[in-house]
Each structure stands twice: as C-alpha cells, then as structure tokens.
C-alpha cells in the first residue's frame, strides 16, 4: 500500500521520531517548493484554457465572415441580375407625381426591441433595396416606412434615409391611416391576396429575425383588429426552398404585380434564383422567364 503524504505532514511525521530535529527554515524551503509547482500547473491550465478559447473565437468569427461574404455575393448576384432587365427610368417629375397616387404600402419597422443591431443593419439594408425599386419602377407605390425607432434612425441617417423621397415616420402607422384602409401582409394571413384594392394600405413587417419570432405579425394585426392575408405563393410557384420573404422581396412582389397584374410573372421576376422557382404547371402560359 503506498502512502501519500503532503510535505507538511511528512515533516511532521517526520519530526515525530526521536533525535529528528528539522528547521522552520527547512519546513518553509519545502512548503515555497510545493506553491511554486502548484502555481506552474494552475499557469498552464489557464495558458491552455486561454489558448483553447481565441481558438473557438477565431473559429466563430471565420463562420460569421464567411457567411456574410456568401451573403454579399448573392446580393451582388441578384444585383446584376436585376441591371440586365432595368426597370422604367422615371424623371423626378414623373416619379413624384405617379408616387402620390400609386397604392399605398407601409414597412413596419416597429420591432427594434426584437432585433439584434445586425439584424436592424440587415433590415436598413432591404428597407435601402426597397427604395431602390421603388423608385426604378413603373408605377412606383405610395412608400412610407413607420415606427422608426432610435436605433434604426441613427442607421438609417448613416444612409442618409433624410433624402428619401417617401414617407418615413416614428409613427405607428395605426396613427397615419385608418383602421378600416389597412391590410396586413403576414405568412400566416387568414387569407390569401388574389389582387390589391386602391383603397387599401398594404402592411409588410419590417422585422428580420431569422423566423425567431413565430406569429409576431399575426398576432400583432390581430390584437390590433386588422385584416390579415398572405401572398398567393403556393398557387402560383413551385419551390423546395423556404417561402420566408425578406423585406425587400415581398415589396418587389406587389410592385411587379402592380405592373403585371399577374403573381406568376411577379413572383418569377422576384424571387432569388437560388430558391430554385418555377410556375406551377396552371400558371405557365404566356412566360417569358422562369428561374430554374
């Protein structure tokens, strides 16, 4: 049987014996001994612990640039894509004009609370793609972006939204319209939209979660007493990807059937070519594009 004795006990064992004499010198000689190598394990311990965590940072912080680089390449993709098939240039004159009259639709960004500060930048960046299509389009909608928080502003000034020739606004949009106009475009809609009525304000949530917070659009028309519908996805397109929208794509939609009249064709103009969309075999008559 081995026995294990610390250096203390061991002097004291020792020192039990007759004629065994040791110093209080000795004893703390051997007691520094002990700390020093106590201290030289504890330092590679944290040495290695330390190492271990900059190594899973490095690691993190590649994924994270990584994905937004496959994520600007997209956007470059989709950019490009959209240059090759260019909108109606408008004059400011012409623009101003066919906005004041055109269908009304609202971005409600007064989510800022359930979003992360990249999230919002993210959100700053579709409310940016938004604008831009707008005012590329035909006929341009009656924009107007509310419930502007703090934090979205100051983002949005570094855009310099302040030029922005639309309605933007730290009102909810329950304060600039009535309750009886408005529309609120939501996934999980009690009905589908067939077409948009004039009179109507269409809702699009402004929100980018990553479809973190389920029903947060329904339950917030509902609470409200406003009607609810979603776009007519599953009637007219086919696709094994996610039909979670982004911002900036649901806007895209109503402006392209604004201009045709027809989801297949506004939908197939839209939508990313890497969710792989194609018409439903009903809907594939008189198309000129279809993204495989």
Known sequence: MQIRLSVSSSIN??????????SQSEIRKEEAKTSKKALKRKKKLEDWARVKLEKKKAKKFKAEKSKEA????????????????????????????????????VIDCNFEDKMTERELKSLVQQLGYSYS????????????????????????????????RICCSEKDYSELYLKEELVYLTADGDVVLE??????????????????????TYNKAKEQGIQTVKLPLDKYIDTKATKVLTVNH??????????????????????????????TPSNTQNLSLIHI
């Open 250 to 279: 649901v806007f895209e939609c109503l402006i392209n059937f604004i201009d045709h009249q027809d989801w297949t064709k506004a939908f197939l103009e839209t939508l990313p070519l890497r969710k792989h969309v194609i018409a």
């Open 70 to 105: 496959n994520s600007k390449e997209e956007l470059k993709a989709e950019e490009e894509k959209r240059q090759e098939n260019p909108k109606y240039a408008l004059t400011l004159e012409e623009y101003m004009a066919k906005h004041k009259v055109g269908q009304r639709i």
């Open 13 to 22: 064992f020792i020192n039990m014996e007759p004629g065994n004499k040791i």
């Open 133 to 164: 299509m707008n005012k590329r389009a035909k006929n341009p909608a009656n924009l107007c972006i509310t419930g502007i928080g703090p934090t979205l502003k100051m983002l949005l000034t570094r855009n310099n939204y302040e030029r922005w």
């Open 195 to 216: 077409t948009l009525d004039p009179s109507k304000v269409y809702i699009i949530g402004g929100i980018v979660d990553r479809n973190r917070h389920k029903l947060i």
